[in-house]
């Protein structure tokens, strides 16, 4: 009996997704029988993307039924190609679309992570306009958000994705499954220019390592030795808590630290709440572990999607705390997390006061920075500095601010 498999999702609430089923046979060539409600309009194209997609596969002959729901053709490739491993029929390194000039920006080890917006790996319509909602970065999820049964299919999917979805900016994460899965994961991923791969479940150097080493090998094998692909472990455990500072120090390219609340308080035997004061202290040793290791720490998600008053008080008690960002599962949560880790009027007066007098102290040639008669600690300077960026990517100050003050005080001059 030939063989035959699946892949992708049908149904009157499907929507930017398909499903394949593809049965080999031994000869005939190819035989595409097409369901889709824009047939008439598209049909040609889904066609051919499925005859150029079943070529690179090497099939010359099988029946395939697709019955489109808005597919674009990252998506229809990826579901054919999945179909096609669960059938047995390739076992190859896949049929990638190609990189789309929109995705090969890079990113930077300094910029801002105040929201990262978690999508579910397998279901494209979320990604497709994930980038409008200007999150700091997106997060392409292969882990909890995916049933285990559809693993292997979101892979190809997060993977077509990354070459082809415009994200307008947003860093491009990839949070991998727990290891060694994760390994697999990566082998699918980076080399389509990943920013940062999240590490769920994180308890010891040697994931960290694991991880950091399959990617610098992937990278090599694709050619791209000069990619850096950063690393963001994620603390869920009693054990991760502990070992959080070897955690950060594990590489090089591990970036920040961030905290998981859900599974962690499981994991102690006990319930997650609002107040939080069960979690107080593994938030406490992830942020002193992030800041000693010198790198970013950042928070769990505000699992609440309709209680925009909760989450800013989340975010105000994160920012407290020392938190430089915090993880969103909808959309709507972006601009109040943009907006609680903005400094607020008297912290922003103060730092662009030491601002104008670092700029000042460093045009005269001065190793110290004074407001008076008083000295500036380095630390204080750079904590000024990083609110004021701050402020500028909120919208709260102009690029120019400087520029346009130091204008004001000459005309204030009569000069």
Known sequence: MNPTATAGRKGPDVRSDCWVQIQARESGGLEIRLQSKVASMYGDSIRRTAEETLGGLGLEHAAVDLVDSGAVPFVIMARIEAAARRAGLYE???VLPAMDPCCTYGTTRERFRRSRLYLPGNESKFMLSAGLHQPDGIILDLEDSVAPAEKDAARLLVRNALCQVDFYGAERMVRINQLPLGLDDLEAVAPCNVHVVL???????????AVDRRCRELLEAA????????????????????KAYKIAKASPR???????????TADIGTQRTLEGRESFWARCQVVNAARAAGVSPIDTVFSDVGDMEGLRE??????????????????????VIHEAMAPGSKE?????????AFNKAEAQGLGVVSLGSKMIDPPVVKRALR?????????QLEENWLEAEAGSSRGGDGK
Do not use: N, W
């Open 314 to 335: 989340s975010v105000l008690e994160a920012r407290a705390l020392g938190f430089d960002g915090k993880g969103c599962i909808h959309p709507r949560q972006i601009r």
């Open 254 to 264: 591990v970036i920040a630290l961030a905290v998981g609340l859900e599974d962690y």
């Open 92 to 94: 190859g390194p896949g």
């Open 348 to 356: 922003l007066e103060r730092a662009k006061t030491i601002v104008t």
């Open 199 to 209: 590490i769920p479940k994180c308890e010891s150097r040697k994931q960290v390592k």
């Open 223 to 242: 050619g791209k030795p000069e990619d850096e692909i950063f690393l963001m472990p994620i603390i869920e455990s009693a054990k991760g808590a502990i």
């Open 387 to 395: 609110s004021v960026r701050l402020a500028v990517a909120g919208g």
